[in-house]
T-cell receptor, first 113, second 113 residues
Framework: GESVGLHLPTLSVQEGDNSIINCAYS??????FIWYKQESGKGPQFIIDIRSNMDKRQGQRVTVLLNKTVKHLSLQIAATQPGDSAVYFC????????????FGTGTQLKVEL | DSGVTQTPKHLITATGQRVTLRCSPRSGDLSVYWYQQSLDQGLQFLIQYYNGEERAKGNILERFSAQQFPDLHSELNLSSLELGDSALYFC????????????FGDGTRLSIL
């Protein structure tokens, strides 16, 4: 039979606007979270990480927010550029070792000129 | 360029066969991780080695095995291949055993005919 691929939610934004990509994580015991960007034909590229003792962390043009109460993680990208178009994955680790990452299904970000 | 090198980039083989995927971690990284990315399962953690020793195990089939050599490169061996093993296989590395960003290679695309 035909295999069905994962349905990726898509976020379309205009170039220059801010993007917010959301992620609901699964395990309340998770203490390490990380965002990756994956372009077609390439491996996931590290963007930013955050530990559970923080609720916000900023990088270059990116901010990650963590809300442990509702098990929600978000990635904010400022002044979105065409090169930001990719699939974005959040990942969590609930084993305490920070090494067994469980990945979400991903969000496709499309930047329109 | 993440600094993680995976070979080969593409591999086409038949059911029942055995293949070996190779990974060279970033210079100085002691941990190597293997992941499988398929259309219907997303990105799944298989196994981690740290400085030659198995550190963590995920959803790795018994037909699959891995090892990390004294020079820190790693190999993932897949045997008795089935159609469902067709996927992208990624290797990632990090300096320590965990709680650090993992940096991914560009993967090996395995196609089973």
């Amino acid at each position: 039979g035909e295999s069905v691929g994962l349905h990726l939610p898509t976020l379309s934004v205009q170039e220059g606007d801010n993007s917010i990509i959301n992620c609901a994580y699964s395990n309340s015991a998770s203490d390490y979270f990380i965002w990756y960007k994956q372009e077609s034909g390439k491996g996931p590229q590290f963007i930013i990480d955050i530990r559970s003792n923080m609720d916000k962390r900023q990088g270059q043009r990116v901010t990650v927010l963590l809300n442990k109460t509702v098990k929600h993680l978000s990635l904010q990208i400022a002044a979105t550029q065409p090169g930001d178009s990719a699939v974005y994955f959040c990942a969590e680790d609930f084993t305490g070792g920070g090494n067994k990452l469980t990945f979400g299904t991903g969000t496709q970000l499309k930047v329109e000129l | 360029d993440s600094g993680v090198t995976q070979t080969p980039k593409h591999l086409i083989t038949a059911t029942g066969q055995r293949v070996t995927l190779r990974c060279s971690p970033r210079s100085g990284d002691l941990s190597v991780y293997w992941y499988q990315q398929s259309l219907d399962q997303g990105l799944q953690f298989l196994i981690q080695y740290y400085n030659g020793e198995e550190r963590a195990k995920g959803n790795i089939l018994e037909r699959f095995s891995a090892q990390q050599f004294p020079d820190l490169h790693s190999e993932l061996n897949l045997s008795s291949l089935e159609l469902g093993d067709s996927a992208l296989y990624f290797c990632a590395s990090s300096p320590g055993p965990g709680n650090q960003p993992q940096h991914f290679g560009d993967g090996t695309r395995l196609s089973i005919l």
